[in-house]
Structure formats: C-alpha cells, structure tokens
C-alpha cells in the first residue's frame, strides 16, 4: 500500500480494503451510504459490498449530462428520506461525475457529512482524487456550482479499472499525458514511446502522476497561482466537451483534452515560444491514441463564451496555462479571440493531412 | 465602532460605511454585487449605494418560502450572466434568508466568491451574523442544505433597524431572549421586566449578544457539542415554523421560536429540573410581548417528522437543549414523541388561560 498525505487526509493507493475497514473501525458512523450510477452498482458495488454488507445506496444515472441540480436533488432527497444524519458517512463510489457531486452533496447536506471518494476509473484515480474539488453543471458550465472540501480519505484501488472499456481508460490517460507535459518531461519522453495503451500497469503511471499533482495541489490549495498549470488542455477542452454533450456526438472528457492539449500546444508554440518539434510531437502522438474528432459544426462563437465564463478567468480575458517547452507550464497567459479560433484551425488542419 | 474578531473575520458594530469603505479600498475586486430583496432594494440599497455607486444587484423575493434551490439557480444565474468571476464580491444586504442563501450561493458559485454579510434585521444582527453557518432550506426542512463557511467580514448597523415593522423587530428579540435564556441570567432578569420595545436601546442588546453566540460558537464552530445550546426553543419552534409557513396564518421566525422556547421551557422543568416559578415567569414573559397562536390546526405527526429531520439529531432520537435554570444549559438532551407532544399541550392550555 503506498500513500500519499495531503493535509487532513490520506490518499490509499492499493487495495481498498485495509484502509476502509480501518476507518469504519475507528469511526462510529450512524449510517453508511454508497452513491454508484448503473454501471457502478453493477461492476462495483458488490465489491464494496464484500466489506460493508449492511451499506445502502443511492443510484444516479451516468454521465457528465446528469451532473446537475436536478441529480442533487435527488441525492439530498434520498438521504433525508433514509434519515442520513451529519454522523453518516457517503462514500462515493464511480467516476468524476459521481465523486465531484456525491462529494459536494455530502459536503452540503447537513451542512456537510463526512465523505470517502472510491474512484473506479482511471480519469478520476489521476485526476479528481487529489485537490478536494467538487461541484455540478450549471448553465453548461462545468463545475461552476460547487466547493472546495476535502474527503475523509481517498482509495485509489486500481483493479477497479477491469471494469471499464477502452475509451474510458484511453480518456483517464489524458491526465497522466497532461500531468507529464505541465510537470514531468521524463515521464512524457517515456509516455510518448507507447503505442499500445492495453499492456500498461497503471500502478507505475497513477502513483507518480498523483505525486505532481499532490505537488502542485499543495502549492496551492485554492487555485490562486500555480494550481492553473492543471487547466493545461482545458479551457478549449472544456469548451469542446460543453457543446459536444449537446450534440449528436459527446466526447468523453479525457477525449476533449487531448484535442484542447493539441489546440493549446499549438497556442504555447505562438506565445510562449514551444519549439515547433516539440509541437509536433505532441500533436501526432494525440492523434496516433485518439479518435479524431471533427470540430467543424461546433459555432466558433459558443466555444468562445463557453471559455469566457471559465473560473479561472479574471475579468473578461480568457486564461490559458501554456508550455514553453514539455515538461513546464506558464500560468496566467490570454489569448485573442482570433488566436484562439487559430489554434482550433490548427486542429482541423491535422486532421485533414491525417 | 466596536468590534469582535472571530477567526478570520470581523463582524463591526456600528455605522457599516467606515469599514466597508476600507475594505474595499485594500481589496482589488473586480465587480461588486448586491443580493437584496423587494424590501432592502427600496429601504437599504440607496444607503449601500452612496458608498459604493457602481454595486451591480441582484434582487429576489423577500421570505423564508424563497429560501431553496429554485431562487439558488436565480441568483447563480445572475451572477453568471453579468460575468462574475472568483475575484468579485457579493454582499448580502437583507435578513437570515438573504444571509443565508446569498453567502450560500456565493460560497458555491465558481468554488467560492468573497462575501459581506450586512443583516439588516434585528433577528440576523443578532442571530446570523456570527457563525458562518450558510444554506437553504429543501422538501421543508429548514437549512438542509448548506455548509460553514467564514463571511469576509460583517457589519452590524442597527440604523437599518429603522426600516422593519414591529413584528419584525420582535422577532428578533427573540434571539436576544434565547442568549439571555441559555448563558447570561443577569441579561434575563433586564429582559424579563421589559414591557414596551418600542423605547429600547437596540446597541445596548446586541452587542452583549453578539458576545455570547461568539463565546459559544468559538468554543465549538463545527456543532459538534456546546454550540447546540443556541438550539433551545428551536427543535420545536423550527417544526412549528416550516408547518406554519405551508399554512394560511405563517409565523416570522422568532415567533416560532417564542413558542418552541415555552414548550421547551416546559420539558426543561420536565426533564432537567427547571425551577417551577422560572417556567412560569418565562411563559408568561412570552405570552405578554408575543401573539398567541393556536396549534390545534398542525398536525402533530407531521411535526415530529420536521422534527426527526433535525440537523442536530444523532440517529433517531430528537434532540434539545434545555435549561437546568435560566442562565444555564444541558445539550444532548432527548424526549419522548409522547413528552414532546405534551409539552405542545400546555401551550395550548396557556392560550385557553390567557
């Protein structure tokens, strides 16, 4: 078991079992609930089941659409309807989706219950199990409703990723890549040798790419500075997931990422001087792992607003953390809108050559 | 000006311009919003805007049966629509549910916006305006969803006093009386002669209020003990409350609460040995400044069931805290539905004696 201390808790990297069971056996919960969607009460729950049989649950349906209010409510509702009191325990048990709005209606309801994140897939393992954030959707903004609160404790079990396809391994690797080019450039010289994504062991790509982020997160906590190096990718990316939700074809959000990395490596290219091998590199290893995804029916000037809204925005600028050269990242840069719609030319002309 | 310093924030007694102005002089927001109700947009917010004419407002409907998700998305929407980013401040000029609601909405919106409590009614000078206690209320249960989370500073003006009805400002009192009631028997023994509110010095009662809810809520910010003793009169009152608001003849907040406090007066003397004659002189206070009001009409089941969904329960047993003596208090306290409902009867027999 390898851990990581962040703060008030600890992040268990290893077999979920020891860590939970040493919990429940030193905490005197009155209840214990699971929050799963369909796909996690089916694959998962059992398994969670095998250490807490007496554990009742609250289903939700999957997907980043139903991160709303509406589902929220439902959650406040079914704790209050099986009577969760502030000395109950949520433990949350799926993907980002489950773990940003279990966790912040664990946090809220009661004003605050004390919540486990279980992450199952590899996108949340690397990405939403260190950093305390939580929140919903709101008015197709990602995560604009929501806090900051740390969990009890995070179990990053990684046997849990046999219960997932393809895609959504291929998805949580984007965080992995991202981690390695704001952060890590021996990692990404390793990273982008890899052509075959099913003989990995993720132990020895989850656990040091945890350690950046633990690095970064606690510089950090509030996301007031250097926190932004983690928007690498994200503020096209966001903006891209938002409007391809709406659409007739969703992205996964990792499958969003790695078009705004290449979008916003293009961008680092023009203003902060990434050498134009490194570009390409990145580029065609995206292209090489990932679906290519044609952004032409998307309205240039939805993306734009969606992006004018981002948090991390002061002001009306719209903020992009960029990469002088892999394996650094400068925070706090703006872009112009024509520069912006540039770079997802930039995408749309490597597809075409692709 | 006096002050009380609590952790990280100030709540100001006195005139709110000086330590407004100074704030945002040495603060660099980038927007400044105003969460008003029909009534502070006409009484208060001229006020407010001789010091700060650019405040951008967000206005909602005034009462307790706006305080839930729906009037939630209203202001998050607001806020987003005229672009407010992490780096703008929201003050809360109104009452509890302005308090509430709006530094629950701007804790919530983009992960946490700064806000500035300024309660213009007696009951939130005295009552929310220490605490950081934030939330709304959802499928009737009063401040189910909500969080703790410091305000960036208060300020107390009781010129804004002016502007309230008499039964207002009775309500109010009744958190005043309730301070007395639990930590400060020598503020009862003033209180209790009181038989005109109209020719009261309002400084001279919340600033030594303030005083004991800050002593209080220092000692155990999180409510997990001592701080439930701010709980008297309010298992009962709040239950009493949320029925009397879905009803034809509402109550204001503190005049539930004057009820809950005679009810629970009485199992105070049932229970923890509340002197005879103090339960006499502090029903009969009440019964002298408040209206009477007949609960024969509320279904008492349905009361228990607000009551079984009470923050502060720990299972399924009720929780209360009860006076040993005016001036003292036992928390963790339980009774019997059947004590409970008793206790509702002799208020009801004081009413028939009145």
Request: some cysteine.
């Amino acid at each position: 078991m390898r851990t990581i201390q962040l703060g008030t808790y600890t992040v268990f990297v290893g077999d979920f079992k020891a860590p939970l069971e040493e919990l429940l056996a030193t905490k005197d919960y009155s209840n214990v609930f699971a929050i799963v969607d369909e796909n996690t009460a089916l694959h998962c729950l059992p398994i969670l089941q095998s250490s807490i049989p007496t554990i009742k649950t609250i289903q939700i349906q999957a997907g980043e659409i139903n991160k709303g209010l509406t589902t929220c409510q439902n959650i406040w509702s079914s704790l209050m309807n099986q009577q969760a009191d502030r000395n109950a325990l949520v433990i949350n048990l799926g993907g980002g989706v489950i773990g940003d709005m279990g966790g912040f209606c664990a946090s809220t309801f009661k004003r605050g219950m004390d919540f486990i994140q279980i992450p199952t897939t590899l996108l949340s393992q690397v990405d939403a199990s260190i950093g305390g954030k939580l929140g919903i959707d709101f008015m197709q903004v990602k995560n604009s409703v929501g806090l900051f609160k740390d969990p009890t404790s995070v179990l990053v079990d990684t046997g849990f990723l046999k219960t997932l396809s393809t895609a959504e391994v291929r998805s949580g690797f984007a965080e992995i890549i991202k981690h390695s080019l704001i952060a890590d450039r021996e990692q990404w010289n390793q990273i982008k040798t890899i052509t075959d994504l099913s003989t990995i062991q993720w132990d020895d790509y989850v656990f040091p790419s945890l350690l950046i982020k633990q690095r970064i997160v606690e510089q950090d906590p509030y996301e007031k500075g250097i926190r932004k190096a983690l928007n690498f990718g994200h503020t096209i990316g966001h903006a891209v997931e938002g409007l391809a939700l709406e659409g007739s074809r969703p992205l996964l959000h990792g499958e969003a990422i790695a078009i705004g990395m290449i979008c916003e490596s293009w961008l680092s290219h023009q203003i902060v001087g990434l050498p134009a091998n490194e570009l390409e590199e990145i580029s065609q290893f995206f292209l090489r792992v990932y679906d290519h995804y044609d952004l032409s029916d998307l309205p240039i000037e939805d993306l734009l607003n969606l992006m004018s809204n981002d948090k991390k925005n002061i002001g009306k600028a719209i903020n992009f953390s960029l990469l002088p050269a892999a394996g650094q990242v400068h925070i706090n840069q703006t872009c112009s809108p024509e520069l912006i719609i540039k770079s997802l030319d930039y995408y749309q002309s490597l597809l075409q050559l692709a």
